[in-house]
């Protein structure tokens, strides 16, 4: 019973979501969903990222239980930044996002950014239209992570392990995370940097060009 | 019908839990569950925890993804550990923890903890029968947790800030950080650790005591 009805649930969004993504399609709009813990940094990568994509026209939907706090935090860099307040959800769903857009100029965009609510497991399993998974991890959550939360790793196109200019003095086991990440994904391109200290951002904007033009010319 | 199902699962979980409650009051057993984002050190904290407690019959039920990586981290200071792998379940319920003590001799323990699945959500919402819950959050994970994810903490018999060697380095702000959680939880108390240096330990050994010895004579 309570499967039967996850499953419907599931079947609604995926449906929602499958509409969406035709219509980025059709528009050639690159959509990524960042998922990761509460605090792996998700809101100071895309800080810095519409930073150096001033030239881009990006927009972004952010997820959170309360708060507008990290809409604040990316409107200083964005026009169209729109917080969608979740209460006691622990995902954003394909609904959300389809009514988050509809004060934004999907037709004039270069980029859409997803920020999802700081949760490893619940987001995985909703599809929102997008192109892709960003999955953070931070070098202070320990490198353990994909093994003991592999769907989440399994499902990612890209990882960003961010925070690494904290890695020494956390104790960062670099050898272990990449030998564990590579049991449960054997291929995901991880690029690893510090939005603090803007430390290898260059591989970070490559790879989200070179998405985005496969993106527009599929 | 969705809502309906999920309030279903919620009163079933609940009648589970407020037996194993019962259980637990009759042994004078105090239980504590342990929640927060994956990598704020549950698995740490509770270390170092259980090698302070060595006079006292620990037992740790422990939930994750995959793996049985904490119960061997545990499990080398502590007999009576029982990993819960949940697959892609998002959070620990009543049955599993009912499943889970099948093989610990509860009746001649000081002491149950409980370490949830990493997630700042979904466990919150799931009684698991526990005299209390502890909320732990990382000062790397950022000060503006309490009010993007209140519930947690509204909820929460004790915080736990962690990873307190690392505050400064991360630039915690330690004034926001209690200025907000007051604004979600008046008078909550609240330990600064770290359990890498050991720093401020004995405050959170002598809570614990109160708290076993309250519910050992309520």
Chains 1, 2 share one sequence.
């Not at 609904?95 to 988050?100: C, K, N, S």
């Not at 994909?146 to 960003?160: H, M």
């Amino acid at each position: 019973m309570k499967i039967q009805v996850v499953q419907n649930v599931l079947r609604a969004n995926d449906a929602i979501a499958a509409a969406s993504r035709e219509h980025f399609n059709k528009l050639g709009l690159p959509v990524l969903n960042f998922i990761s813990a509460p605090g792996s940094g998700k809101t100071a990568l895309l800080e810095r990222t519409l930073e150096c994509l001033k030239a881009k026209r990006c927009a972004v939907l952010v997820g959170d239980l309360a708060t507008s706090r990290d809409a604040e935090r990316l409107g200083r860099h964005c026009e169209n930044v729109v917080q969608i307040n979740t209460g006691k959800g622990c995902h954003l769903d394909a609904a959300q996002i389809e009514a988050g857009l509809k004060n934004i100029p999907v037709d004039q965009l270069d980029w859409l950014f997803i920020e999802n609510v700081g949760n490893m497991v619940c987001p995985v399993d909703f599809d929102l239209g997008e192109h892709g998974k960003v999955a953070l991890i931070s070098t202070v959550e320990g490198e353990d992570k994909p093994v003991k939360y592999p769907t989440l790793f399994q499902k990612a196109t890209c990882v960003v392990l961010t925070k690494v200019d904290l890695a020494a003095v956390s104790g960062f086991d670099r050898d272990q995370f990449y030998r564990e990440l590579r049991q449960v994904n054997s291929d995901v391109p991880v690029i690893e940097v510090s939005s603090r200290t803007g430390e290898n951002f260059d591989a970070w904007l490559a790879w989200l060009e070179q998405f985005r033009l496969a993106v527009r010319q599929p």
